[in-house]
């Protein structure tokens, strides 16, 4: 399906009806889910496997040029529900909910979290606030401790961790920030967000940092002995250094920045970290590297096990060798977790939420309850691009099954312009969806439709 026909002269709602009917069943393996935007719709799934991985190849660059939204033009959901504008707000990045249902989003490059207040139901919000400002790349925002009444509200900003105390329905901070982690990594390089998250016992705060670099250009070798000390000393297999240090990881903390420690290394980009709320594991959705071709390596969501290592710099999507870092870790072979869940190369995955509504005027149907959604940001180095979308994780007992299906696509207008870009995705208080897309500086509310069964 061609979403650029989602302008001309059709509604939305009947254009999702039919793509709904048309690939509901179907289950996209191999080559066939490494297609692009025009192969999107809501129902297509995909399954993709390790073994499925291909060769390298040469590299393609195609930024997206973000344009104003077409007249006419509207995403498109599964049939039975709908989807609408909710609010704009520039720059709107990562989405957190408060327990007194008070949106708070993170405006990554102004520096700012703006909250947002809407009743149960309403479409839009009754109150627009800016809650705090003149932050450094902020994304991350946790409230603390877990239950109804949380004292404060984390954010994570580009290389520390403050917060504010907070009570419900403050829509602004009422105090100065207290500086909580003062320092994540080294400075610079690139992979600016941090996101944050607590464990289900309250104890440990997470905290995901993505690598600095591509493939690692920049830190500088080690003998084969030299990176096996600097693991045991570090206490982290895999574990990176230099300009790299503590980048490409999730980090482990107290909810007072102290008890520091590695959890997991290898993980390029875990640009939003989650904690599952029935299990307890956290996941991350992670950003692969580049440079090895249009479906090279996959992208993922994935439960990150403590100790655990995801292979960057030098091999990835489990048993698969880079040699373009400047040392060489034939120690690691076989050693680097597969994944849970790999999507499409390229897609740049950059939020992840549960779905946990059980009730509520705007509560999905019991089918999606467990499952997460991934917000795909979209590739800038594939060929025919691909992302751009929300999509649905299927969870059975909060374990991933492995495949991955469209819910919300029609952003792109050709291959090389798109009018929209998702970031952010949180579950509101009445039980809608709430997307961010910081291209079109619109927050999205998907609900089912009224009436629907």
């Given at each position: 399906?061609?979403?650029?026909?989602?302008?001309?002269?059709?509604?939305?709602?009947?254009?999702?009806?039919?793509?709904?009917?048309?690939?509901?069943?179907?289950?996209?393996?191999?080559?066939?889910a490494?297609?692009?935007w025009?192969?999107?719709?809501?129902?297509?799934?995909?399954?993709?496997?390790?073994?499925?991985?291909?060769?390298p190849?040469s590299?393609?660059?195609?930024?997206?040029?973000?344009?104003?939204?077409?007249?006419?033009?509207?995403?498109?959901?599964?049939?039975?529900?709908?989807?609408?504008?909710?609010?704009?707000?520039?720059?709107?990045?990562?989405?957190?909910?408060?327990?007194?249902?008070?949106?708070?989003?993170?405006?990554?490059?102004?520096?700012?979290?703006?909250?947002?207040r809407?009743?149960?139901?309403?479409?839009?919000?009754?109150?627009?606030?800016?809650?705090v400002?003149?932050l450094?790349?902020?994304?991350?925002?946790?409230?603390?401790?877990?239950?109804?009444n949380?004292?404060?509200?984390?954010?994570?900003e580009?290389?520390?961790?403050?917060r504010?105390?907070?009570q419900?329905?403050?829509?602004?901070a009422?105090?100065?920030?207290?500086v909580?982690?003062?320092?994540?990594?080294?400075?610079?390089?690139?992979?600016?967000?941090?996101?944050?998250?607590?464990?289900?016992?309250?104890?440990?705060?997470?905290?995901?940092?993505?690598?600095?670099?591509?493939?690692?250009?920049?830190m500088?070798?080690?003998?084969?002995?030299?990176?096996?000390?600097?693991?045991?000393?570090?206490?982290?297999?895999?574990?990176?250094?230099?300009?790299?240090?503590?980048r490409?990881?999730?980090?482990?903390?107290?909810?007072?920045?102290?008890?520091?420690?590695?959890?997991?290394?290898?993980?390029?980009?875990?640009?939003?970290?989650?904690?599952?709320p029935?299990?307890?594991d956290?996941?991350?959705?992670?950003?692969?590297?580049?440079?090895?071709?249009d479906?090279?390596?996959?992208?993922y969501?994935?439960r990150?096990?403590?100790g655990?290592?995801?292979?960057?710099?030098?091999?990835y999507?489990g048993?698969?060798?880079d040699?373009?870092?400047k040392?060489?870790?034939?120690?690691?072979a076989?050693?680097?977790?597969?994944?849970?869940?790999?999507?499409?190369?390229?897609?740049?995955p950059?939020?992840?939420?549960?779905?946990?509504a059980?009730?509520?005027?705007?509560?999905?149907?019991?089918?999606?309850?467990?499952?997460?959604?991934?917000?795909?940001h979209?590739?800038?180095?594939?060929?025919?691009?691909?992302?751009?979308?929300l999509?649905?994780?299927?969870?059975?007992?909060?374990?991933?099954?492995?495949?991955?299906?469209?819910?919300?696509?029609?952003?792109?207008?050709d291959n090389?312009?798109?009018?929209?870009?998702?970031?952010?995705?949180?579950v509101a208080?009445?039980?809608?969806?709430?997307v961010?897309?910081?291209?079109?500086?619109?927050?999205?509310?998907i609900a089912p439709t009224?009436g629907?069964?």
């Amino acid at each position: 399906m061609d979403v650029r026909g989602l302008w001309i002269g059709v509604s939305a709602a009947a254009l999702a009806s039919l793509a709904f009917a048309a690939h509901a069943e179907e289950v996209r393996t191999g080559k066939a889910a490494m297609g692009d935007w025009r192969q999107d719709a809501p129902g297509v799934v995909r399954h993709l496997t390790v073994a499925e991985e291909p060769t390298p190849s040469s590299p393609t660059a195609l930024p997206a040029a973000v344009v104003a939204r077409p007249e006419g033009a509207h995403p498109s959901v599964p049939a039975g529900f709908t989807v609408e504008p909710f609010a704009k707000v520039k720059g709107a990045r990562q989405i957190r909910v408060a327990p007194n249902g008070d949106i708070f989003v993170a405006q990554t490059y102004s520096g700012s979290v703006t909250v947002l207040r809407a009743a149960d139901g309403a479409t839009k919000p009754s109150d627009q606030t800016e809650f705090v400002s003149g932050l450094t790349l902020p994304f991350g925002i946790a409230f603390y401790p877990e239950g109804p009444n949380p004292q404060w509200v984390y954010v994570a900003e580009n290389n520390r961790v403050v917060r504010y105390p907070y009570q419900n329905g403050d829509l602004k901070a009422r105090g100065a920030a207290e500086v909580v982690v003062e320092k994540l990594s080294p400075p610079g390089g690139g992979h600016v967000t941090r996101d944050i998250d607590f464990s289900k016992d309250g104890r440990t705060m997470f905290v995901s940092v993505g690598s600095g670099s591509n493939v690692a250009q920049e830190m500088p070798g080690k003998t084969l002995e030299e990176s096996k000390a600097y693991d045991a000393e570090h206490h982290a297999l895999g574990a990176t250094w230099g300009p790299e240090e503590n980048r490409a990881d999730l980090l482990r903390f107290d909810p007072d920045g102290k008890d520091f420690a590695i959890y997991a290394t290898g993980l390029r980009n875990c640009v939003s970290v989650r904690v599952e709320p029935r299990t307890g594991d956290p996941w991350c959705v992670v950003n692969e590297r580049d440079s090895l071709g249009d479906n090279l390596p996959f992208d993922y969501a994935t439960r990150v096990k403590e100790g655990g290592y995801y292979g960057w710099p030098w091999w990835y999507i489990g048993d698969h060798e880079d040699k373009r870092p400047k040392s060489d870790r034939p120690d690691l072979a076989g050693k680097a977790i597969v994944p849970d869940v790999l999507i499409q190369a390229h897609s740049a995955p950059l939020g992840i939420t549960f779905y946990t509504a059980r009730r509520g005027v705007a509560a999905f149907p019991a089918e999606y309850d467990g499952d997460a959604f991934v917000t795909l940001h979209g590739s800038w180095n594939r060929a025919d691009r691909t992302g751009y979308k929300l999509v649905r994780v299927k969870l059975k007992n909060g374990a991933p099954v492995g495949t991955y299906e469209d819910f919300l696509t029609g952003f792109v207008v050709d291959n090389k312009s798109v009018w929209g870009r998702p970031v952010g995705v949180a579950v509101a208080h009445d039980g809608a969806l709430l997307v961010s897309d910081d291209g079109g500086g619109v927050i999205w509310r998907i609900a089912p439709t009224k009436g629907a069964k």
